[in-house]
């Protein structure tokens, strides 16, 4: 199957502050530090979708008709993400599969669309957010699941995408590119950025 395009609002080095907030927002171990963790999530989120839209629409081959959020894979339950506000993410959509899921390991059946969903996803564009990419295989496990129940297309968002600077020689080199460049929230990953034209 192939793989979903993915497009990070933001680099992520771990460790670092997006890790700690990608990480706070779910498990900090104070209530309310997860509230400010999460509001933060929301902001980069939220502000990331309203100004690339137009990007993510083009590589969905429409507009984006369905939210969802990729599942926790090591806590049962919904993910962190519906509670995040503003994402109008649909609850519900994603549950564990019958395969096992790991690091390094997407599986076509690691998720599956819950029954009472499958109306919902069939024919639609489908947008799926998570926080953090580091492998990518929750991310795609999730886009698997959704194609497998007939969406149209599937695009994936995360927050950050986690590279760590020093693991090796070619991660060096991208951060030493990457700090020489100036971000700018008005441009996004795709070549061209159809929303800084």
Not at 35 to 48: E, G, K, M, Q, Y
Not at 83 to 89: C, E, F
Not at 98 to 117: E, N
Request: glycine share 8%.
């Amino acid at each position: 199957m192939p793989l979903a395009p993915v497009v990070p609002a933001s680099l992520c080095e771990v460790p670092g502050p997006l890790a700690r907030v990608l990480s706070g927002y779910k498990a900090a171990p104070v209530t309310e530090a997860r509230h400010r963790f999460a509001a933060a999530v929301s902001d980069i989120l939220v502000t990331f979708l309203a100004r690339h839209q137009v990007c993510l629409e083009h590589l969905a081959g429409g507009p984006l008709e369905l939210a969802v959020a990729v599942p926790p894979t090591l806590r049962p339950g919904e993910a962190p993400l519906h509670q995040v506000p503003g994402l109008g993410v649909r609850r519900g959509v994603l549950v564990r599969g019958p395969a096992p899921l790991g690091h390094l390991r997407a599986s076509v059946r690691g998720f599956q669309v819950a029954g009472a969903m499958l109306e919902a996803v069939a024919g639609r564009r489908v947008l799926v957010v998570d926080d953090i990419y580091t492998t990518g295989a929750r991310a795609q496990s999730a886009a698997a699941a959704l194609r497998l129940a007939g969406a149209a297309s599937v695009v994936v968002v995360v927050c950050g995408r986690a590279v760590r600077r020093g693991a090796s020689p070619w991660r060096r080199a991208y951060w030493l590119d990457a700090d020489a460049s100036r971000w700018d929230a008005e441009r996004c990953c795709l070549v061209p950025c159809r929303a800084a034209r």
